[in-house]
């Protein structure tokens, strides 16, 4: 009966070895198996981002070839504000070739930002008739540049056909 034990536990000692090395063997392809779902996971998860940023990138190309002919519009409206030094001067001769008698000041300057135009303040006073000043009204609005008048005060002088004018507005740029 000894060997007959004996093969019993070497069969035993075999199988449990062999059930054991499964197991371990399992757990390792368990493990690796984890880990390479997770790469796999990790890879599909780049691709769709590379997806979608090469749809934007599409789109984004699309939409400034849409914009690119309107932004020459607009640069061509709205000067760059190194050539508004000229504006005072500009607007006291064009006053005067309505003899009116104007002063000039520039206000506080607003830089551009992505929605908006950037802008320069200014303010004048001087005095001269109302059609004089109405024809002068009538050349800014034919000047290149875009200028907003926010306010106008006429004051007639006593006895004479003549106003004070103040008013103050604002010189729009890039």
């Known amino acids: 009966m000894d060997a007959f034990k004996k093969q019993l536990f070497v069969s035993l000692g075999i199988a449990?070895?062999?059930v054991a090395v499964a197991i371990i063997t399992a757990q390792l392809a368990s493990g690796m198996l984890t880990r390479t779902a997770g790469e796999i996971d990790q890879r599909k998860n780049e691709l769709a981002l590379r997806t979608t940023v090469t749809a934007s990138l599409a789109e984004l190309r699309q939409n400034f070839?849409?914009?690119e002919p309107l932004q020459r519009i607009l640069d061509k409206i709205f000067p760059p504000k190194d050539e508004l030094i000229n504006f005072g001067r500009d607007f006291i001769n064009l006053s005067r070739?309505?003899?009116?008698?104007?002063?000039f000041n520039f206000g506080n300057e607003t830089l551009a930002s992505e929605d908006k135009p950037g802008f320069i303040s200014f303010s004048a006073s001087g005095k001269g008739t109302q059609d004089n000043f109405?024809?002068?009204l009538q050349d800014l609005e034919k000047s290149t540049l875009f200028i907003k008048i926010n306010s106008v005060d006429l004051v007639r002088q006593t006895s004479s056909e003549s106003f004070n004018i103040v008013m103050d507005g604002q010189v729009f740029f890039r």
């Open 97 to 103: 070739q309505r003899n009116l008698e104007f002063g």
């Open 65 to 67: 070839t849409r914009a």
């Open 16 to 18: 449990v070895g062999l």
């Open 134 to 136: 109405l024809n002068f």
